[in-house]
Nanobody
Framework: QVQLVESGGGLVQAGGSLRLSCAASGRTFNNYVMAWFRQTPGKEREFVSA????????YYADSVKGRFTISRDNAKNTVYLQMNSLKPEDTAVYYCAARGSRYYSTVPNRYDSWGQGTQVTVSS
């Protein structure tokens, strides 16, 4: 397993941008599919985006497609989520997750490791 630490959350006005980072420990980072999920109080954790181990394939929830971009730097053991045109409904705690598989999943319990989460708040 890898240990994950997110950063980059904060308060931003609607229409603004934020860039989340997730730093991973361990030497096998490039064997993992990486993903971002988000969660608001009283709701289930929601898939946001995923990226293949090589970075060659990316996947997005319909709600963020065209606004968010996921990327990774395997030399730095880091995955990023660039969030543009933010909306109040994007407000949530954002979690980074790792899956030791060739395939991504939108189901949270298919992931092996999780970060502690970072709060993103978008004001209207």
């Amino acid at each position: 397993q890898v240990q994950l630490v997110e950063s980059g959350g904060g308060l931003v006005q609607a229409g603004g941008s934020l860039r989340l980072s997730c730093a991973a420990s361990g030497r096998t980072f490039n064997n993992y599919v990486m993903a971002w999920f988000r969660q608001t109080p009283g709701k289930e954790r929601e898939f946001v985006s995923a990226i293949s181990s090589s970075g060659g394939s990316t996947y997005y929830a319909d709600s963020v497609k065209g606004r968010f971009t996921i990327s990774r730097d395997n030399a730095k053991n880091t995955v990023y989520l660039q969030m543009n045109s933010l909306k109040p409904e994007d407000t949530a705690v954002y979690y980074c997750a790792a899956r030791g598989s060739r395939y991504y999943s939108t189901v949270p319990n298919r992931y092996d490791s999780w970060g502690q989460g970072t709060q993103v708040t978008v004001s209207s």
